[in-house]
């Protein structure tokens, strides 16, 4: 069974907008990662948050992670339409494997 | 991207047919894995592999055989291919502390 959840499954925005990516997840992690996906090809590593870690930043992203509430955001701050791509979350814990949601797919519309 | 890549990178077989899809990396990464993405499901483990000759299964291993006889290069058989193995297949490496996965470009699978 699937570990993270992305939620919207699709969001569609206006390029200058905000995208904010939800992701939930039901174990113990000992960190948590975004991925982007542009449409066929592999995935690319985004930004790692650590289960002691409440907010990171990596240029235009933002991620939280909330380990009370089992949850992680992804915040893309004015979207560029090249930030059309999916986004997916990936838990991992000590001695698992990293476990990936379903994904979020992103239009970011000129 | 990483060095890492698979071939082929298009494959159309017939069912009943072996399939052997390779993936080579040069960064010397200690552990390997074998994903499959289809809608809906997002990425799902087939079998990874932690070094040469160890390998071990993943969520969705059922008809999938893996083999490592060399750090650069993580095999992934379908002894014999089925519909529902058609599907985008994905490898990745990490290194020992497993902290961040880079992944190839993808293989297409079509099982007809």
């Known amino acids: 069974s699937q570990q993270g959840e992305e939620d919207p499954q699709a969001l569609s925005i206006q390029e200058g907008e905000n995208a904010t990516m939800n992701c939930s997840y039901k174990?113990?992690?000992?960190?948590l990662q975004w991925y982007r996906q542009n449409s066929g090809r592999g995935l690319v590593h985004l930004i790692l948050?650590?289960?002691?870690?409440r907010e990171k930043h990596s240029g235009r992203l933002r991620v939280t992670l909330d380990t009370s509430k089992k949850s992680s955001s992804l915040l893309i701050t004015a979207s560029r339409a090249a930030d059309t791509a999916s986004y997916f979350c990936a838990t991992k814990n000590y001695g698992q494997n990293f476990v990936f949601g379903p994904g979020t797919r992103l239009s970011v519309l000129p | 991207d990483a060095g890492i890549t698979q071939s082929p990178r298009h494959k159309v077989t017939e069912t009943g047919t072996p399939v052997t899809l390779r993936c080579h990396q040069t960064?010397?990464?200690?552990?390997m894995y074998w994903y499959r993405q289809d809608p809906g499901h997002g990425l799902r483990l087939i079998h990874y592999s932690y070094g040469v000759k160890d390998t071990d299964k993943g969520e969705v291993s059922d008809g999938y055989s893996v083999s490592r006889s060399k750090t650069e290069d993580f095999l992934l058989t379908l002894e014999s291919a089925t519909s529902s193995q058609t599907s985008v297949y994905f490898c990745?490496?990490?290194?020992?502390?497993?902290?961040?996965?880079?992944f190839g470009p993808g293989t297409r699978l079509l099982v007809l």
């Open positions: 990745a490496i990490s290194g020992d502390f497993q902290e961040t996965q880079y």
């Open positions: 948050i650590r289960s002691n870690e």
């Open positions: 174990t113990s992690i000992n960190n």
């Open positions: 960064e010397n990464h200690r552990y």
